[in-house]
Protein backbone atom coordinates (compact mmCIF):
# COMPACT_ATOMS: atom_id res chain seq x y z
CA UNK A 1 0.00 0.00 0.00
CA UNK A 2 0.93 3.30 -0.85
CA UNK A 3 2.70 6.03 1.73
CA UNK A 4 0.55 8.88 2.38
CA UNK A 5 2.23 11.59 1.71
CA UNK A 6 2.54 14.40 4.51
CA UNK A 7 1.53 17.99 3.33
CA UNK A 8 2.05 20.99 5.90
CA UNK A 9 0.73 24.10 3.57
CA UNK A 10 1.39 27.45 5.62
CA UNK A 11 -0.89 30.28 5.11
CA UNK A 12 -1.77 33.62 6.50
CA UNK A 13 -5.56 33.12 6.38
CA UNK A 14 -7.44 29.62 5.84
CA UNK A 15 -11.10 28.49 6.87
CA UNK A 16 -13.27 29.89 8.06
CA UNK A 17 -11.68 33.03 6.38
CA UNK A 18 -12.56 32.62 2.82
CA UNK A 19 -8.97 32.06 0.92
CA UNK A 20 -8.44 29.38 -1.97
CA UNK A 21 -5.79 27.63 -0.09
CA UNK A 22 -8.92 26.06 1.73
CA UNK A 23 -10.01 24.25 -1.48
CA UNK A 24 -6.16 22.67 -1.69
CA UNK A 25 -6.38 21.41 1.70
CA UNK A 26 -9.53 20.03 1.78
CA UNK A 27 -9.25 18.61 -2.11
CA UNK A 28 -4.94 17.17 -1.27
CA UNK A 29 -6.86 15.42 2.30
CA UNK A 30 -9.77 13.70 -0.32
CA UNK A 31 -6.89 12.80 -2.41
CA UNK A 32 -5.35 10.35 0.16
CA UNK A 33 -2.71 13.39 2.05
CA UNK A 34 -2.71 13.83 5.18
CA UNK A 35 -3.07 17.42 5.50
CA UNK A 36 -2.01 19.73 7.76
CA UNK A 37 -2.25 23.85 8.12
CA UNK A 38 0.14 25.80 10.13
CA UNK A 39 -2.07 29.33 10.10
CA UNK A 40 -3.05 32.25 12.58
CA UNK A 41 -5.76 32.67 14.54
CA UNK A 42 -8.64 34.11 12.22
CA UNK A 43 -9.12 37.72 11.94
CA UNK A 44 -10.05 39.22 8.60
CA UNK A 45 -11.29 41.03 7.40
CA UNK A 46 -13.02 42.81 10.40
CA UNK A 47 -9.79 42.89 12.32
CA UNK A 48 -11.54 40.84 14.99
CA UNK A 49 -11.07 37.28 15.62
CA UNK A 50 -14.02 35.70 14.98
CA UNK A 51 -16.65 34.34 16.98
CA UNK A 52 -15.52 31.07 18.79
CA UNK A 53 -11.42 31.43 18.03
CA UNK A 54 -9.48 33.01 20.56
CA UNK A 55 -6.25 33.08 22.49
CA UNK A 56 -7.14 29.58 24.13
CA UNK A 57 -9.75 28.77 22.25
CA UNK A 58 -9.65 26.72 18.51
CA UNK A 59 -5.80 27.00 18.50
CA UNK A 60 -6.36 23.58 17.31
CA UNK A 61 -8.93 21.51 15.34
CA UNK A 62 -9.94 19.05 12.10
CA UNK A 63 -11.95 19.90 9.38
CA UNK A 64 -12.79 17.37 7.05
CA UNK A 65 -9.79 15.55 8.43
CA UNK A 66 -7.84 18.23 7.87
CA UNK A 67 -5.34 19.36 11.24
CA UNK A 68 -5.25 22.90 11.59
CA UNK A 69 -2.53 24.63 14.14
CA UNK A 70 -3.09 28.32 15.30
CA UNK A 71 -0.45 30.66 15.72
CA UNK A 72 -1.13 33.84 17.74
CA UNK A 73 -1.44 37.15 16.47
CA UNK A 74 -2.62 40.52 17.17
CA UNK A 75 -6.10 41.28 15.65
CA UNK A 76 -5.56 43.55 12.30
CA UNK A 77 -8.05 46.28 13.89
CA UNK A 78 -8.98 48.67 11.09
CA UNK A 79 -6.15 47.61 9.01
CA UNK A 80 -3.93 50.56 9.10
CA UNK A 81 -0.87 52.35 10.14
CA UNK A 82 0.62 50.62 13.95
CA UNK A 83 -2.11 48.48 14.09
CA UNK A 84 -1.20 46.42 10.78
CA UNK A 85 2.53 46.68 11.70
CA UNK A 86 1.79 44.91 15.03
CA UNK A 87 -0.09 42.42 12.64
CA UNK A 88 2.32 41.23 10.68
CA UNK A 89 5.09 41.41 13.38
CA UNK A 90 3.21 38.87 15.80
CA UNK A 91 1.83 36.40 13.09
CA UNK A 92 5.84 36.79 12.03
CA UNK A 93 7.25 36.03 15.23
CA UNK A 94 4.56 33.42 16.53
CA UNK A 95 4.36 31.52 13.43
CA UNK A 96 8.12 31.25 13.25
CA UNK A 97 8.04 30.36 16.74
CA UNK A 98 5.93 27.60 15.70
CA UNK A 99 7.62 26.56 12.36
CA UNK A 100 10.90 26.48 14.51
CA UNK A 101 8.85 23.69 16.62
CA UNK A 102 7.19 21.95 13.70
CA UNK A 103 10.62 21.79 12.25
CA UNK A 104 12.50 19.81 15.21
CA UNK A 105 9.12 17.54 16.05
CA UNK A 106 7.11 16.73 13.42
CA UNK A 107 7.85 15.51 10.02
CA UNK A 108 6.36 16.18 6.94
CA UNK A 109 6.83 15.39 3.21
CA UNK A 110 6.50 18.63 1.43
CA UNK A 111 5.43 21.82 2.78
CA UNK A 112 3.33 24.11 0.65
CA UNK A 113 3.11 27.81 0.98
CA UNK A 114 0.25 30.24 0.28
CA UNK A 115 1.74 33.74 0.15
CA UNK A 116 -0.51 36.20 0.59
CA UNK A 117 0.68 39.26 2.09
CA UNK A 118 3.07 39.38 4.49
CA UNK A 119 5.48 36.96 2.71
CA UNK A 120 6.95 36.49 6.07
CA UNK A 121 4.79 33.46 6.00
CA UNK A 122 7.52 31.87 4.00
CA UNK A 123 10.24 32.37 7.32
CA UNK A 124 9.15 29.22 8.63
CA UNK A 125 7.77 27.26 5.41
CA UNK A 126 11.79 27.55 4.98
CA UNK A 127 13.27 26.74 8.36
CA UNK A 128 11.18 23.61 7.88
CA UNK A 129 12.11 22.93 4.53
CA UNK A 130 15.66 23.53 5.62
CA UNK A 131 16.03 21.19 8.36
CA UNK A 132 14.07 18.57 7.26
CA UNK A 133 15.50 18.69 3.83
CA UNK A 134 12.45 18.13 1.88
CA UNK A 135 10.66 19.99 -0.99
CA UNK A 136 8.90 23.47 -0.46
CA UNK A 137 6.08 25.11 -3.41
CA UNK A 138 5.47 28.87 -3.05
CA UNK A 139 2.08 30.13 -4.45
CA UNK A 140 2.76 34.01 -4.97
CA UNK A 141 -0.45 35.88 -4.80
CA UNK A 142 1.57 39.26 -3.76
CA UNK A 143 4.61 40.51 -4.64
CA UNK A 144 6.78 41.55 -1.77
CA UNK A 145 8.41 44.45 -0.91
CA UNK A 146 6.61 45.96 -4.17
CA UNK A 147 2.98 45.37 -2.19
CA UNK A 148 4.08 46.80 0.87
CA UNK A 149 5.10 49.70 -0.75
CA UNK A 150 2.51 49.79 -2.96
CA UNK A 151 -0.08 49.46 -0.03
CA UNK A 152 1.35 52.23 2.90
CA UNK A 153 3.66 54.05 0.60
CA UNK A 154 7.16 53.22 2.94
CA UNK A 155 9.68 54.62 1.28
CA UNK A 156 12.70 53.28 4.07
CA UNK A 157 15.70 51.82 2.04
CA UNK A 158 16.63 49.90 5.45
CA UNK A 159 12.90 48.16 5.97
CA UNK A 160 12.61 47.82 2.26
CA UNK A 161 15.92 45.72 1.63
CA UNK A 162 15.85 43.80 4.43
CA UNK A 163 12.15 42.72 3.46
CA UNK A 164 13.82 42.47 -0.08
CA UNK A 165 16.70 39.84 1.71
CA UNK A 166 14.31 37.73 3.00
CA UNK A 167 11.88 37.22 -0.31
CA UNK A 168 15.12 36.55 -2.29
CA UNK A 169 16.19 33.80 0.69
CA UNK A 170 12.38 32.24 0.18
CA UNK A 171 12.46 32.32 -3.70
CA UNK A 172 16.62 30.64 -3.57
CA UNK A 173 15.12 27.53 -1.27
CA UNK A 174 11.52 27.25 -2.98
CA UNK A 175 11.34 24.60 -5.27
CA UNK A 176 9.26 25.57 -7.24
CA UNK A 177 7.74 28.98 -7.40
CA UNK A 178 3.96 29.00 -8.48
CA UNK A 179 2.60 32.24 -10.18
CA UNK A 180 -1.13 33.34 -9.66
CA UNK A 181 -0.08 36.47 -12.65
CA UNK A 182 2.02 36.15 -15.58
CA UNK A 183 3.05 39.31 -15.06
CA UNK A 184 4.99 38.44 -12.02
CA UNK A 185 7.74 36.71 -13.75
CA UNK A 186 9.85 39.76 -14.75
CA UNK A 187 9.71 40.91 -10.87
CA UNK A 188 10.85 37.62 -9.59
CA UNK A 189 13.22 36.97 -12.25
CA UNK A 190 14.67 40.26 -11.32
CA UNK A 191 15.46 38.88 -7.30
CA UNK A 192 17.57 36.09 -8.88
CA UNK A 193 18.20 33.32 -11.19
CA UNK A 194 14.56 31.89 -10.62
CA UNK A 195 13.19 31.34 -14.33
CA UNK A 196 13.27 27.52 -14.39
CA UNK A 197 11.54 27.89 -11.11
CA UNK A 198 8.27 29.51 -11.97
CA UNK A 199 5.17 27.64 -12.57
CA UNK A 200 2.16 29.62 -14.08
CA UNK A 201 -0.78 28.80 -11.24
CA UNK A 202 -3.71 31.07 -11.71
CA UNK A 203 -6.78 30.92 -9.17
CA UNK A 204 -9.65 29.17 -10.51
CA UNK A 205 -13.30 29.71 -9.73
CA UNK A 206 -15.30 28.43 -6.84
CA UNK A 207 -17.76 26.08 -7.18
CA UNK A 208 -20.75 28.28 -5.99
CA UNK A 209 -20.79 30.17 -9.21
CA UNK A 210 -20.76 27.49 -11.38
CA UNK A 211 -24.11 26.31 -10.05
CA UNK A 212 -27.13 27.48 -11.27
CA UNK A 213 -28.81 30.27 -9.52
CA UNK A 214 -31.06 30.28 -6.58
CA UNK A 215 -34.57 31.69 -6.25
CA UNK A 216 -33.08 35.62 -5.86
CA UNK A 217 -34.14 37.02 -1.94
CA UNK A 218 -32.60 40.33 -3.53
CA UNK A 219 -34.22 41.72 -6.04
CA UNK A 220 -31.87 45.20 -7.79
CA UNK A 221 -33.86 48.27 -8.74
CA UNK A 222 -35.19 49.28 -12.18
CA UNK A 223 -32.97 50.35 -14.41
CA UNK A 224 -29.31 49.08 -16.40
CA UNK A 225 -27.11 47.21 -13.41
CA UNK A 226 -23.93 47.34 -13.06
CA UNK A 227 -22.77 44.95 -10.28
CA UNK A 228 -19.55 45.34 -8.24
CA UNK A 229 -18.89 42.34 -5.48
CA UNK A 230 -16.42 42.08 -3.65
CA UNK A 231 -14.16 44.10 -1.03
CA UNK A 232 -14.33 47.54 -0.49
CA UNK A 233 -10.96 49.01 0.34
CA UNK A 234 -8.63 51.51 -0.84
CA UNK A 235 -7.15 49.71 -3.49
CA UNK A 236 -10.97 49.46 -5.67
CA UNK A 237 -10.75 53.06 -5.99
CA UNK A 238 -13.96 54.45 -5.05
CA UNK A 239 -13.59 57.83 -5.45
CA UNK A 240 -13.38 57.55 -9.05
CA UNK A 241 -15.69 54.72 -9.36
CA UNK A 242 -18.17 57.10 -7.77
CA UNK A 243 -17.28 60.02 -9.85
CA UNK A 244 -18.37 58.13 -12.79
CA UNK A 245 -21.64 57.16 -11.35
CA UNK A 246 -22.26 61.07 -10.34
CA UNK A 247 -22.00 62.03 -13.79
CA UNK A 248 -24.93 58.98 -14.69
CA UNK A 249 -26.96 60.00 -12.47
CA UNK A 250 -30.08 61.04 -14.20
CA UNK A 251 -29.20 58.39 -16.70
CA UNK A 252 -30.67 55.24 -15.47
CA UNK A 253 -27.41 53.69 -14.52
CA UNK A 254 -27.36 52.21 -11.40
CA UNK A 255 -23.80 50.53 -9.55
CA UNK A 256 -24.91 47.97 -6.92
CA UNK A 257 -21.79 47.49 -4.26
CA UNK A 258 -22.40 43.99 -2.49
CA UNK A 259 -19.91 43.19 0.02
CA UNK A 260 -18.10 45.02 2.93
CA UNK A 261 -14.23 47.05 3.20
CA UNK A 262 -13.15 49.79 5.35
CA UNK A 263 -14.18 52.47 2.50
CA UNK A 264 -17.71 51.81 3.22
CA UNK A 265 -18.39 54.33 5.17
CA UNK A 266 -16.97 56.61 2.36
CA UNK A 267 -19.15 55.55 0.30
CA UNK A 268 -22.16 55.55 2.43
CA UNK A 269 -21.35 59.84 2.86
CA UNK A 270 -20.63 60.35 -1.10
CA UNK A 271 -24.28 58.96 -1.51
CA UNK A 272 -25.35 60.97 1.07
CA UNK A 273 -23.18 64.39 0.16
CA UNK A 274 -24.08 64.23 -3.37
CA UNK A 275 -27.95 62.83 -2.96
CA UNK A 276 -27.44 60.19 -5.29
CA UNK A 277 -30.06 58.19 -6.18
CA UNK A 278 -28.21 55.55 -8.63
CA UNK A 279 -25.68 54.00 -6.12
CA UNK A 280 -26.79 51.15 -3.51
CA UNK A 281 -25.15 49.62 -0.83
CA UNK A 282 -26.66 45.73 -0.23
CA UNK A 283 -24.29 44.17 2.29
CA UNK A 284 -22.78 41.46 2.34
CA UNK A 285 -24.10 37.86 1.21
CA UNK A 286 -23.46 34.26 1.89
CA UNK A 287 -21.46 32.37 -1.17
CA UNK A 288 -24.07 30.77 -2.66
CA UNK A 289 -26.69 33.71 -2.95
CA UNK A 290 -23.88 35.44 -5.30
CA UNK A 291 -25.11 33.35 -8.51
CA UNK A 292 -29.11 34.76 -8.14
CA UNK A 293 -27.34 38.41 -7.92
CA UNK A 294 -24.89 38.15 -11.07
CA UNK A 295 -27.53 36.83 -12.99
CA UNK A 296 -29.85 40.03 -11.94
CA UNK A 297 -26.73 41.80 -13.16
CA UNK A 298 -26.63 43.62 -16.57
CA UNK A 299 -22.51 44.05 -15.98
CA UNK A 300 -20.17 42.91 -13.64
CA UNK A 301 -17.35 46.10 -12.65
CA UNK A 302 -14.38 46.00 -11.13
CA UNK A 303 -11.47 48.79 -10.51
CA UNK A 304 -7.80 49.15 -9.34
CA UNK A 305 -5.82 51.85 -8.84
CA UNK A 306 -3.31 53.22 -11.19
CA UNK A 307 -0.26 51.09 -9.39
CA UNK A 308 2.42 49.27 -11.24
CA UNK A 309 1.65 46.54 -8.49
CA UNK A 310 -1.61 46.38 -9.34
CA UNK A 311 -0.89 46.30 -13.16
CA UNK A 312 0.88 43.41 -12.90
CA UNK A 313 -1.73 41.15 -11.38
CA UNK A 314 -5.00 39.48 -12.39
CA UNK A 315 -7.93 39.85 -9.51
CA UNK A 316 -9.60 36.29 -8.26
CA UNK A 317 -12.59 38.80 -9.16
CA UNK A 318 -12.56 38.81 -12.75
CA UNK A 319 -12.05 35.08 -13.23
CA UNK A 320 -15.13 34.86 -10.57
CA UNK A 321 -17.17 37.13 -13.12
CA UNK A 322 -16.12 35.39 -16.01
CA UNK A 323 -17.66 31.96 -14.41
CA UNK A 324 -21.07 33.90 -14.12
CA UNK A 325 -21.66 34.04 -17.81
CA UNK A 326 -22.18 37.70 -17.05
CA UNK A 327 -20.07 40.45 -19.58
CA UNK A 328 -17.57 42.01 -17.32
CA UNK A 329 -16.50 46.09 -17.40
CA UNK A 330 -13.00 47.01 -15.67
CA UNK A 331 -11.19 50.46 -14.60
CA UNK A 332 -8.02 48.76 -14.28
CA UNK A 333 -4.49 48.70 -16.31
CA UNK A 334 -2.17 45.97 -17.43
CA UNK A 335 -3.00 42.07 -16.71
CA UNK A 336 -6.47 42.18 -15.62
CA UNK A 337 -7.62 44.53 -18.93
CA UNK A 338 -5.30 41.84 -21.30
CA UNK A 339 -7.12 39.07 -19.90
CA UNK A 340 -10.74 40.62 -20.43
CA UNK A 341 -9.47 41.14 -23.72
CA UNK A 342 -8.21 37.68 -24.42
CA UNK A 343 -11.65 35.93 -23.44
CA UNK A 344 -13.65 38.53 -25.19
CA UNK A 345 -15.53 38.85 -22.51
CA UNK A 346 -16.05 42.64 -21.77
CA UNK A 347 -14.54 46.19 -21.69
CA UNK A 348 -12.14 47.88 -19.87
CA UNK A 349 -10.54 51.71 -19.34
CA UNK A 350 -7.57 52.91 -17.84
CA UNK A 351 -7.43 53.14 -14.26
CA UNK A 352 -8.76 56.49 -12.90
CA UNK A 353 -10.39 57.77 -16.03
CA UNK A 354 -13.75 58.21 -14.81
CA UNK A 355 -15.12 60.25 -17.92
CA UNK A 356 -14.24 57.08 -20.10
CA UNK A 357 -15.75 54.52 -17.59
CA UNK A 358 -18.89 57.11 -17.50
CA UNK A 359 -19.09 56.94 -21.47
CA UNK A 360 -18.85 53.18 -21.69
CA UNK A 361 -21.11 52.60 -19.51
CA UNK A 362 -23.86 54.96 -21.08
CA UNK A 363 -22.85 53.44 -24.43
CA UNK A 364 -23.37 49.36 -23.00
CA UNK A 365 -26.37 50.34 -21.60
CA UNK A 366 -27.99 51.07 -25.08
CA UNK A 367 -26.52 48.57 -26.60
CA UNK A 368 -27.72 45.42 -28.00
CA UNK A 369 -28.37 42.74 -25.77
CA UNK A 370 -27.26 40.12 -27.93
CA UNK A 371 -23.84 41.80 -27.55
CA UNK A 372 -23.57 41.69 -24.05
CA UNK A 373 -25.04 38.06 -23.68
CA UNK A 374 -22.16 37.06 -26.45
CA UNK A 375 -19.33 38.61 -24.11
CA UNK A 376 -20.08 37.05 -20.87
CA UNK A 377 -20.87 33.84 -23.06
CA UNK A 378 -17.03 34.35 -24.17
CA UNK A 379 -15.99 34.41 -20.47
CA UNK A 380 -17.96 31.58 -18.87
CA UNK A 381 -15.86 29.14 -21.48
CA UNK A 382 -12.57 30.88 -21.44
CA UNK A 383 -13.01 30.21 -17.11
CA UNK A 384 -14.27 26.68 -17.55
CA UNK A 385 -11.05 25.91 -20.26
CA UNK A 386 -8.51 27.95 -18.06
CA UNK A 387 -9.99 28.35 -14.34
CA UNK A 388 -10.88 24.88 -14.12
CA UNK A 389 -10.42 23.60 -9.88
CA UNK A 390 -10.06 19.73 -10.89
CA UNK A 391 -7.13 20.64 -13.66
CA UNK A 392 -5.26 23.16 -11.02
CA UNK A 393 -5.42 20.32 -8.71
CA UNK A 394 -3.95 17.96 -10.64
CA UNK A 395 -0.90 20.21 -11.82
CA UNK A 396 0.01 20.34 -8.64
CA UNK A 397 -0.06 16.78 -7.89
CA UNK A 398 2.22 16.44 -10.87
CA UNK A 399 4.73 18.93 -9.19
CA UNK A 400 4.47 17.08 -5.85
CA UNK A 401 4.96 13.67 -7.58
CA UNK A 402 8.08 14.94 -9.20
CA UNK A 403 9.69 15.85 -5.73
CA UNK A 404 11.86 18.44 -6.85
Given amino acids: MAKRLKALILTNHFYPENFKCNDIAFELQRRGYDVSVMTPIPDYPKGKFYEGYGILKKRYEVIK ?28 IFSTLKGIYFAFFKDYDFVLVHETSPIFVGIPAT ?70 K ?30 VAGNMGDAQDLPHVLNAFLK ?38 PPDEMPSLFQQADLLFMALTNNAIFSITVPSRIQAYMSSGKPIVAMINGEGAALIHAADCGWSVDSEDSDALANLLLNLSKENPEILHQKGANG ?23 GK
Fill in 65 to 92: GVKIHRSFLIPRGNGKGFRLILNYLSNT
Fill in 127 to 196: IIKKVQKIPMYSWILDLWPESLTAASNIDNKFIYNSILKITKWIYKNSNKILIGSKGFEKSICEKGNFKK
Fill in 198 to 227: IVYFPNWVENVFKSSPKEPKQKLPEGFNVM
Fill in 248 to 285: LKDKNINLILVGDGRKKDFVEKFINDNDLNNVFLLGSF
Fill in 380 to 402: KKFSEDHFDFKKSMDKLEALISQ
